[in-house]
Structure formats: structure tokens, C-alpha cells
């Protein structure tokens, strides 16, 4: 995961003012650079290898006295606790469908958070990404869920989901912002010049 520069972020901004000028609704951006911690991942996975290690090597080896096997277990807790901290290694050790869930919750905490439920005509979307779980999820409010349906930004997503994969996050944000403002144009054009939301990149 690369950090955003400051021009990449302006570039960001500058495609919500622009997509904005074409539609009604008010877009917000938010970048998270991993949805959970997942600090009990590691001690989870330790916790379980280290049960079964001293079982296996008292399988192999009968010899071995109570206190070495209770020391081999122990010592195997603590090393795989340090190892799986590292983030390439925890995130791998995680299911995709929890990953996934993570992310899709802390997209509807932002969606509250950044008050885009308040906007005068329910128009509110918020186009987020989490980059560890390299999730990207569209959530509009009933003023565009009226008009499109969760079908309507599948390729969208797609595309965007493609490039976060491939690092090119900040393209990705400015091409998903581009294309959500021509479909966004034909349903719900622009009629009033008000800006209600920030059009500034939100990072976690």
C-alpha cells in the first residue's frame, strides 16, 4: 500500500468538483488504508498451531518430558504471535468473506459519518476503498437508489477494484469518479449549484 500524494489527492478533489458540476449528487471519497487491525488474528492462528505442535512432536518423539513439551509450546506461541503480525502475512491469514464483511461495515460507518445521509435530497454517494482487503464499495442514498440500482455500478467497482490490486489507487479513484458522474448525469443531472458535502479526499 503507497501512500496518496498531496497531487494525487488535488486530482482526487478536483474530479469530485468536476463530476459534481454534471449531477446533483454529492459525492464523497474515503480511502482507508485497512479496515481492521485484525490484532487477534495473529494470537488466534498462534494459539491454534502451538496446540497441536507439542502433540506432533510427542507423536515423533515419546521421549520428551512434560516441562519440554510445555516449553516448546510456549516458545512456538510466542515466535508465530511475532511472525504473523506482519501485515502481508496477516491479511493472507484471513478469509476473504471476513475481510470483505470488515470493510463493507466500516463503508457504512463513513456513509453515516461523513453525513451523507443529510444531504437535502437524499442524494448522498460515497465511493469507498479499503486497500489491504482491496474493496471498493459504492453506497448512495434513496434520492439515487431511486434511479439506480446496485447492478448499475458493477463494472464500475470492477475496474476500480482492478487497479487498487494493481497499486494504481489514485487513478482508480479518478476513473471510478469519471465514470460515476456520466451514469449519474443521465439519471440525476444537474439542477442546482449548491455543495453541500467537502469534495476533499477523506483518509482514514
Same mark, same amino acid.
Given at each position: @500500500?503507497?501512500? $496518496?500524494?498531496?497531487?494525487?489527492?488535488?486530482?482526487?478533489?478536483?474530479?469530485?468538483?468536476?463530476?459534481?458540476?454534471?449531477?446533483?449528487?454529492?459525492?464523497?471519497?474515503?480511502?482507508?488504508?485497512?479496515?481492521?487491525?485484525?490484532?487477534?488474528?495473529?494470537?488466534?492462528?498462534?494459539?491454534?498451531?502451538? %496446540?497441536?505442535?507439542?502433540?506432533?512432536?510427542?507423536?515423533?518423539?515419546?521421549?520428551?518430558?512434560?516441562?519440554?513439551?510445555?516449553? %516448546?509450546?510456549?516458545?512456538?506461541?510466542?515466535?508465530?504471535?511475532?511472525?504473523?503480525?506482519?501485515? !502481508?502475512?496477516?491479511?493472507? @491469514?484471513?478469509?476473504?468473506?471476513?475481510?470483505?464483511?470488515r470493510a463493507?461495515?466500516?463503508?457504512?460507518?463513513?456513509? $453515516?459519518? &461523513?453525513?451523507?445521509?443529510?444531504?437535502?435530497d437524499r442524494?448522498?454517494?460515497?465511493?469507498?476503498?479499503?486497500?489491504?482487503?482491496?474493496y471498493v464499495?459504492?453506497?448512495?442514498?434513496?434520492?439515487?437508489?431511486?434511479?439506480?440500482?446496485?447492478?448499475?455500478?458493477?463494472?464500475?467497482?470492477?475496474?476500480?477494484?482492478?487497479?487498487?490490486?494493481?497499486?494504481?489507487?489514485? &487513478?482508480?479513484? !479518478?476513473?471510478?469518479?469519471?465514470?460515476?458522474?456520466? $451514469? $449519474?448525469?443521465?439519471?440525476?443531472?444537474?439542477?442546482?449549484?449548491?455543495?453541500?458535502?467537502?469534495?476533499?479526499? !477523506?483518509?482514514?
Amino acid at each position: @500500500m503507497a501512500l $496518496l500524494t498531496q497531487e494525487q489527492k488535488r486530482q482526487v478533489e478536483e474530479a469530485v468538483t468536476r463530476a459534481e458540476q454534471r449531477t446533483d449528487a454529492e459525492i464523497v471519497t474515503v480511502l482507508a488504508p485497512r479496515a481492521d487491525d485484525y490484532s487477534y488474528i495473529p494470537l488466534l492462528w498462534a494459539s491454534l498451531i502451538a %496446540l497441536v505442535v507439542p502433540a506432533l512432536v510427542h507423536f515423533l518423539n515419546s521421549g520428551l518430558t512434560i516441562y519440554s513439551l510445555l516449553m %516448546l509450546q510456549w516458545a512456538t506461541f510466542v515466535f508465530l504471535s511475532l511472525i504473523f503480525r506482519i501485515p !502481508v502475512l496477516t491479511t493472507f @491469514m484471513i478469509p476473504a468473506r471476513v475481510r470483505h464483511w470488515r470493510a463493507s461495515n466500516l463503508a457504512r460507518r463513513q456513509f $453515516l459519518e &461523513q453525513k451523507l445521509h443529510h444531504t437535502q435530497d437524499r442524494t448522498g454517494v460515497l465511493i469507498f476503498v479499503s486497500e489491504a482487503e482491496r474493496y471498493v464499495e459504492i453506497i448512495v442514498d434513496e434520492g439515487i437508489s431511486q434511479h439506480l440500482d446496485n447492478s448499475d455500478w458493477g463494472s464500475i467497482v470492477s475496474d476500480f477494484v482492478r487497479r487498487v490490486a494493481l497499486g494504481h489507487t489514485a &487513478q482508480g479513484f !479518478v476513473a471510478c469518479i469519471e465514470a460515476s458522474a456520466e $451514469l $449519474l448525469e443521465k439519471h440525476v443531472p444537474k439542477t442546482q449549484t449548491r455543495n453541500q458535502l467537502p469534495n476533499r479526499l !477523506v483518509v482514514l
